[in-house]
């Protein structure tokens, strides 16, 4: 957690609220943490990649907006905190929808913005972290399959089991010094050419 608290004058944060006492009150509040600042409003089409953290103004009029924008294809992922006035199940399910990281609440409270930005900063980087797990894990399976797939033809052509199937698979991989993963898509490869020309 103290990471995060060292970390945050490295942030640049974008305000998207109407301009008044509450985004007013955040700029100052941002300004005094020690960040770069910049205000928006309406909603943009896009933000800047070198905005990290945002405060959204979420309300009935703003959600649909706010969500297009955020669905827009980013470099690193936005840590979001949702500024809400109330508490209705619409706003709600805007707030869950946008995948808010923190929430303030209408009327400011200075105490409660450092707060909010440390939480939201230590809730983005455990999403981050179990993202990067989900894909390695993704990435994992699918070259099971393919060494699987890979033994299942060799399997089918060559009358053999699976574990000989598998030490002929590593036996290439090392004699061309290139990974089992390789050498199983090469053989998937040649297997759905040879399929082709009996197709024709």
Not at 78 to 107: C, D, F, R, W
Not at 117 to 146: D, G, I, T
Not at 154 to 175: F, V
């Amino acid at each position: 957690m103290t990471d995060v608290i060292d970390s945050l004058r490295d942030l640049t944060v974008a305000i998207l609220c109407r301009r008044g006492s509450t985004g007013d009150e955040l700029i100052q509040q941002v300004n005094r943490i020690g960040c770069p600042v910049e205000s928006y409003w309406p909603v943009p089409e896009t933000l800047p990649d070198k905005v990290n953290l945002l405060f959204a103004e979420v309300n009935d009029e703003s959600q649909s907006e706010l969500h297009s924008m955020l669905q827009r294809p980013r470099k690193v992922p936005l840590t979001l905190i949702a500024v809400i006035s109330y508490e209705n199940p619409s706003v709600l399910s805007a707030m869950q929808k946008i995948g808010a990281h923190a929430v303030v609440t209408k009327p400011l409270r200075a105490a409660g913005v450092l707060s909010a930005m440390v939480m939201a900063r230590h809730q983005w980087a455990q999403q981050c972290r179990f993202s990067q797990s989900l894909e390695k894990l993704r990435n994992r399976l699918e070259s099971l399959q393919k060494v699987n797939d890979a033994k299942f033809i060799l399997m089918r052509h060559r009358n053999i089991d699976d574990k000989e199937a598998y030490l002929i698979i590593r036996k290439q991989a090392m004699s061309k010094r290139t990974t089992t993963i390789e050498i199983a898509q090469s053989i998937i490869n040649a297997d759905g050419i040879l399929r082709d020309f009996k197709a024709d």
